[in-house]
């Protein structure tokens, strides 16, 4: 996990696998989070293998979302566009 997503002001946290991690390894990092006190809020399995997670302490998710298995862990937040909206 990078400092720079440690730094976020968010508590919630999206966290990706590569595509080559096994199924058994998925579920063991799902149980590691939710054992260091994490909250699962979403499973994702079309666009791309992973999880979103709400976590108590920021600390618990950096100690807890440790693997060679995990692309990346990006804080979560509200997406937007730069532009005009076409529907009116």
Known sequence: M????LNQLSSTF???FKDST??????QQILAAETAGAKIIHRY???FRGFS?????KSVSAMSLRSPFIQSVEADG???TQGE???Q
């Open 2 to 5: 990078s400092s720079k997503c």
């Open 14 to 16: 999206i966290v990706a």
């Open 22 to 27: 096994p199924d058994d390894m998925v579920e």
């Open 45 to 47: 399995n079309s666009t």
């Open 53 to 57: 997670l709400e976590v108590p302490d």
């Open 78 to 80: 509200k997406v937007t």
């Open 85 to 87: 909206s076409l529907l």
